[in-house]
């Protein structure tokens, strides 16, 4: 029996999963081929991703790829302040995509409409389908706005004025849609307090880890020198939460921890390391990896892992893993919002200076391997994939049927 075809707009290509959105929005991807055709639409935004789009032929029908230059796409997006809408839209905006959306749609007959990230609801505008489900895993609109309350101007009204326009697509979106979801209870209700009437369609999807993967048994060899303690934070070090974080705790809390541990060496490990990330290896104790080939023997060897993001929206996947790689994690406050554990037990929790050397104290002592041991079985027990993914199928077909 033939599989019904379903349409996936996502704003960047789901394969490899090597970074947090793409870690979802590729077990969302499989998730979905198991019970529908799937057509894909998204974007390439770095020449090395191009290698991977005919791994996509193994869960897609037919796949379309449009190119996306970060800065063009910049430079493009200034025109929302002619336009008076979100600069976030036309970043994501490509007539090629959008003409092969419309003709795929007849094309296949597809009903379904599975979107990735809220930006690329745009795509869905005067297309006849049936059954649409919006994945905006966080409020972002929140995220620009938190951005505008620590920029300086004229950053800070670009911000905020994204912030509120965003707000209002995505409130837009969501009313139109079938069913929408969030990564986390907290992003949900943060969207609900200005759209408690969309509550009824609006759904908690977590994310989830691939433990088998990230299983302390796939640790492989250490590549740290010296005795330590090393302290590794992953993550895309392009990404300005990510930047923001890993400068923080370099200036802020590594030199109070090198006072009470001297060999301490604070390592920050992901791909494309901003210029100021860059900076930070110039100092004693801090390196930068940019890309590795697998990041998990960072994690599995690290002392303790740490996300110190003073802006976080959702679940982190990087906290997610090291939990399951069996790592004590001091998580800061924000990160570690809408986990399923409990702080002390499973992991640790802070967002002072004072609160982060005292937790990494903590991880340190004698109660970090069982810290560890506890984390990798609230993750086993919470957070896998398939059981979160399922809501999305349900709703797809549950809506169908009625």
């Known amino acids: 029996m033939s599989k019904p075809p379903l349409l996936y707009l996502v704003h960047r290509i789901p394969y490899p999963p090597n970074k947090g959105d793409k870690v979802r929005s590729f077990?969302?991807?499989?998730?979905l081929?198991?019970?529908?055709?799937?057509?894909?639409g998204t974007f390439v935004d770095h020449p090395d991703d191009w290698q991977h789009v005919p791994a996509l032929d193994r869960w897609c029908a037919s796949v379309r790829v449009a190119a996306l230059s970060p800065r063009l796409g910049r430079l493009r997006s200034l025109t929302g302040l002619l336009t008076g809408e979100a600069l976030t839209l036309p970043f994501y905006r490509d007539r090629g995509l959008a003409e092969w959306v419309r003709q795929t749609q007849r094309a296949c007959g597809i009903d379904r409409v599975v979107v990735f990230s809220g930006a690329m609801a745009q795509y869905l505008e005067d297309l006849p389908v049936t059954q649409t489900f919006i994945d905006f895993c966080d409020v972002d609109s929140a995220k620009w706005s938190t951005y505008g309350q620590s920029r300086p101007w004229p950053l800070s009204w670009l911000y905020r004025r994204e912030g509120r326009l965003l707000g209002q697509f995505e409130r837009q979106w969501a009313k139109r849609a079938d069913h929408t979801s969030f990564v986390t209870r907290a992003e949900t209700e943060l969207f609900l307090t200005a759209a408690p009437t969309l509550r009824d369609k609006t759904v908690v999807v977590e994310n989830g880890v691939d433990a088998e993967f990230f299983?302390?048994?796939n640790g492989g060899a250490s590549p740290f020198e010296g005795d330590g303690p090393h302290l590794v934070f992953s993550g895309a070090m392009d990404y300005w939460p990510n930047v923001d974080a890993a400068c923080w705790f370099a200036d802020e809390v590594l030199p109070q921890l090198r006072r009470r541990h001297p060999g301490a060496q604070f390592h920050v490990v992901g791909m494309n390391p901003a210029p100021s990330v860059l900076a930070l290896a110039k100092r004693d104790g801090v390196h930068v990896t940019g890309t590795v080939p697998d990041v998990r023997p960072y994690i599995h060897h690290a002392d303790v892992v740490v996300a110190p993001l003073r802006v976080a929206r959702g679940i982190q996947n990087k906290v997610l893993e090291a939990m399951a790689m069996g790592r004590p994690v001091v998580a800061s406050s924000a990160c570690a919002r809408g986990l399923r554990g409990t702080p002390g037990l499973t992991h640790e929790e802070a967002t002072s200076v004072d609160?982060?050397?005292a937790a990494v104290d903590r991880c340190l002592g004698e109660g970090g391997a069982s810290m560890g041991r506890r984390a990798r079985e609230a993750v086993l027990?919470?957070?896998?994939w398939p059981a979160h993914l399922g809501l999305v199928t349900q709703c797809l077909l549950t809506e169908v049927s009625a």
């Not at 081929?33 to 894909?40: D, G, S, T």
């Open 27 to 31: 077990h969302l991807l499989k998730h």
């Open 33 to 40: 081929a198991e019970r529908f055709e799937v057509h894909l």
């Open 215 to 217: 299983s302390p048994a």
């Open 355 to 357: 609160e982060y050397v």
């Open 381 to 384: 027990q919470a957070y896998a």
